[in-house]
């Protein structure tokens, strides 16, 4: 994961969507991967991320922690990275909650991948930090959180997220039985497009899904 040399001696801004380029870039097709271990900041939560006021600020604070870390980092070291899309740990209950649209029983955790010279230490000081500085009572929720997911299915999926669940479907009734896979973490989600400005019709999501083969 080390930056390269760039042009007159400097370092390549680091980009985890191209230093691992495998699992940021999928096809359209459903596609078994190996996911080395990751680093991320984190904020959990629960229901419906289209309405919760509660989703809303804990997604800022990351991205607030994000850029705190990048800019930090850049100062005292010249290590300079683009801040990585915004990631989704889904779960529930029931698998069947995501088919359904089921958005109020869903808990979520929020991440962005870090670099390595990110320690855990440095992200909860900036936390705090941007806590204080910008009143972000959510900041206090952000935690380090290395992430282990092993063997994956993964599908790129373009359109809505609200029209994500035929595809679920596909994974968890065909792609997975077919290929002797069962669940083996939760549903994670990588959004490459911001919603803000991209039409929902071309909104492109990652759906990742931890497996084992049975």
């Not at 289209?50 to 991205?63: E, K, R």
């Not at 109020?104 to 705090?128: H, K, Y």
């Amino acid at each position: 994961m080390n930056s390269s040399p760039g042009p007159a001696g400097s370092q390549a801004k680091y980009d985890v969507k191209k230093a691992l380029r495998q699992l940021y870039s999928p096809g359209r097709s459903f596609t078994l991967v190996e996911v080395p271990p990751q680093r991320f900041l984190a904020v959990d939560g629960h229901g419906n991320p289209n309405t919760s006021p509660d989703y809303a600020a804990a997604v800022q604070a990351l991205y607030a922690v994000a850029y705190s870390l990048k800019f930090a980092a850049k100062r005292s070291s010249g290590q300079d990275s683009v801040v990585a899309p915004l990631e989704g740990l889904w779960r529930a209950e029931d698998p069947a909650a995501f088919l359904q649209g089921s958005k109020d029983l869903w808990d979520w955790t929020m991440l962005i991948s870090q670099p390595e010279w990110v320690s855990e230490e440095t992200a909860l000081e900036a936390a705090a930090e941007v806590r204080a500085r910008k009143d972000l009572d959510a900041a206090a929720r952000i935690h380090w959180l290395e992430l282990k997911e092993g063997l994956a299915v993964q599908v790129m999926h373009i359109g809505s997220y609200d029209d994500e669940a035929p595809l679920l479907a596909q994974l968890h009734h065909e792609f997975m039985p077919e290929n002797q896979l069962d669940f083996n973490g939760d549903h994670h989600e990588v959004y490459l497009s911001d919603p803000r400005r991209t039409a929902p019709e071309k909104l492109k999501t990652i759906l990742r899904q931890p497996v084992r083969r049975r």
